[in-house]
């Protein structure tokens, strides 16, 4: 079984603000970790990614990830939002190995940047 | 390299009707999953396709059915519209290496059931 929980389902900060979206998941076998950006109306696009190996991750866009086993956590940061960063950002898990596919999606943060 | 294509964008139907909805992977995956997406919500998982198979299913009802041809491309299904199937309907593409893959998602589809 796996789930992920977002804290915060809107998050607002001023531009050159720190951004910091919460993830924390349960996975029953080690997990896959991911964030996805979606732009009003649009698709989602892939910000990064924690397979295996370092547990900080970059991403595009200036955003990073730490996973961090002991708190169950995949928090996403980024030192100075941009106005172009507003958008609503999704953290997945899938759990490793067996024959589980699918990913699980939090409830998603809207992020708000102001001027 | 394209990537994930999906058509149609948007579309309308009456409850009751049935829907088709196809989506064209990236160039090289061989994987297309699709998943739901309600207003507000993050997007739920359907099923995924593999070597022309049902590889997983989510929970959702027989309602829901998908295929896949032989060039990896794939449709989704949806009989007997109910005004709950309205949402935003997303295919994503992914090849499996070493026991990872990674999804990448299309532009969606929007559904709209009145």
């Known amino acids: 079984a796996q789930s992920v929980t977002q804290l915060g389902s809107h998050l607002s900060v001023s531009e050159g603000a720190l951004v910091l979206l919460r993830c924390n998941y349960s996975?029953?076998?080690?997990?896959?970790l991911f964030w996805y950006v979606q732009y009003p109306n649009q698709g989602l696009q892939l910000l990064l990614k924690?397979?295996?190996?370092?547990?900080l991750v970059k991403g595009i866009n200036g955003f990073e990830a730490e996973f961090k086993k002991s708190e169950t956590s995949f928090h996403l940061t980024k030192p100075s939002a941009h106005m172009s960063d507003a958008a609503e950002y999704f953290c997945a898990v899938r759990g490793s190995g067996g024959s589980n596919y699918k990913l699980t999606f939090g409830k998603g943060t809207l992020l708000t940047v102001n001027p | 390299d394209a990537g994930v294509t999906q058509s149609p964008t948007h579309l309308i139907k009456t409850r009751g009707q049935q829907v088709t909805l196809r989506c064209s992977p990236k160039s090289g995956h061989d994987t297309v999953s699709w998943y739901q997406q309600a207003l507000g919500q993050g997007p739920q998982f359907i099923f995924q396709?593999?070597?022309?198979?049902?590889?997983q299913r989510g929970n959702f009802p027989d309602r829901f059915s998908g295929h896949q041809y032989p060039n990896y491309s794939s449709e989704l299904n949806v009989n007997a519209l109910l005004l709950g199937d309205s949402a935003l309907y997303l295919c994503?593409?992914?090849?499996?290496?070493?026991?990872?893959?990674?999804?990448?998602f299309g532009p969606g589809t929007r559904l709209t059931v009145l």
């Open positions: 996975s029953s076998v080690p997990p896959y």
């Open positions: 994503a593409s992914s090849f499996l290496e070493g026991g990872q893959d990674t999804q990448y």
């Open positions: 396709y593999y070597e022309e198979e049902e590889r």
């Open positions: 924690y397979t295996t190996g370092a547990t």
